[in-house]
């Protein structure tokens, strides 16, 4: 009776527990992902604009035989740098020599029959005063002396440019700077009927880059050089560097254009950089950064944070202060560094995503402060945690 009295009560308990309604658990909310995040602050920046630019010397010579005659020696190796007035080539003298010779000896000869006409007009003089001859023989003896004076000078001058001649002989640097390569060789005939080109020779330091801008950011940079403080230098600085080298080359700008390209409305400008060390040359291609002022308004966001679109604008993503994730079209300027400036797009205190889980916009995330910026306290709503389920009924077993 003992045994049969506690099989019906466990089966009893038993029923009533499979009776009881079952309590179910609420489904748990996905965990909102974590991105990392930088506050846009406002500084002030210097701008600056980076353009292309061509390097040009400063003076440039062509060497040229200004006689005619045989190259009997080139006096520089090619490529160096040479001094005004040094020697580079010599020419066969011989020619001018004579030419110089027969010239002194006209010269001679007019001022021998100068001294002869001198001599009767000064016999003439007592005779015309005593009227022992007559007037006009007396005027025929100045006039000869006239002429002999004129005659005289003529073959002076005959000689000097014989002498100019024979020095042009011995060609010489009109400027310093460096040489090219020599277009003739020894034993060639030059200055034939022309003066022919016998080297180059460039002057590069310092040396000149040219370069266009806008009309409009020329009256701008016009405009705060007016307004710029005392002190300041009144020439806009320049940076050079070439392409593929990181050293900057520092410069000051020259001049403007007078007049604006009509089908570009770009004018053409001049800087002046040193080149003592001779690594800048003509014709090379340079980037030349020109300082524009100072932007008290500028944005700097790290180079990840701005991806480009399809259609080739720029944007970032922006955390709300809802925590939800919008994309954001805006204009950058030049790179400063690893950073962006961001000229349009951003207000101050607006997150920037730079990275943690990709996202897309709509989504709601919970952001943390980059490791490479500024912390940053989070803007999204703390993502809620999954509800505990209640613990399942304990069986009310009887324990004896």
């Known amino acids: 009776m003992r045994s049969t009295a506690v099989i019906t009560w466990t089966a009893l308990s038993s029923l009533l527990v499979a009776c ?13 992902p974590r991105v990392e995040v930088v506050p846009v602050e406002l500084q002030t920046l210097p701008t600056t604009q980076e353009l292309a630019g061509r390097l040009a010397p400063t003076r440039v010579a062509e060497v040229r035989a200004r006689v005619a005659g045989i190259v009997l020696a080139r006096h520089f190796p090619e490529g160096s740098d040479v001094q005004a007035g040094q020697r580079l080539f010599s020419i ?26 001198e001599a009767v007009l000064r016999r003439y003089q007592p005779l015309i005063q005593a009227h022992a001859i007559s007037q006009q023989e007396f005027d025929a003896a100045a006039t000869a002396v006239k002429t002999q004076q004129a005659n005289r000078l003529s073959a002076k001058a005959d000689v000097e440019a014989a002498q100019i001649n024979l020095a042009h002989c011995e060609v010489k640097a009109p400027i310093a700077g460096r ?16 003066a022919t080109a016998l080297a180059s020779i460039q002057q590069w330091n310092p040396i000149y880059v040219d370069f266009v801008q806008p009309a409009v950011e020329v009256v701008r940079l016009r405009e705060a050089q007016a307004s710029r403080p005392k002190g300041q230098p009144a020439s806009p600085r320049l940076q050079i560097r070439l392409e593929g080298s990181s050293r900057l080359h520092e ?18 400008l001049r800087g002046e950089v ?15 950064r020109m300082a ?32 939800q994730v919008e994309a954001r079209v805006v204009q950058t300027g030049a790179m400063h560094g690893a950073n962006w400036h961001i000229t349009h797009g951003l207000s101050a205190g607006e997150q920037v995503i730079v990275g943690g889980k990709p996202v897309q916009p709509g989504d709601r995330v919970s952001t943390g402060p980059s490791p490479a910026g500024s912390p940053v306290g989070s803007n999204g709503a703390a993502a809620p945690t999954a509800p505990t389920a209640p613990p399942p009924s304990a069986s009310a077993t009887d324990k004896r």
């Open 274 to 288: 040193p080149n003592a060390e001779g690594l800048l040359m003509p014709g090379m291609y340079v980037r030349v």
């Open 92 to 117: 066969d003298p011989a020619p001018f020599r004579v030419a110089l010779n027969r010239a002194e000896a006209e010269l001679a000869k007019a001022e021998a029959a100068l001294a002869e006409a």
């Open 251 to 268: 410069g000051r700008l020259l001049f403007s254009d007078i007049t604006v390209d009509p089908s570009t409305s770009q004018i053409a």
């Open 292 to 323: 524009r002022g100072q932007d008290t308004q500028a944005v700097l966001l790290p180079q990840r944070a701005v991806k480009t679109t399809a259609d080739g604008q720029s944007q970032v993503q922006v955390v709300s202060p809802e925590g």
């Open 179 to 194: 040489i090219g390569r020599a277009l003739v060789t020894q034993g060639a005939l030059v200055g034939q009927g022309e």
């Open 20 to 32: 009881q309604p079952q309590e179910t658990s609420a489904p748990s909310a996905p965990p909102r």
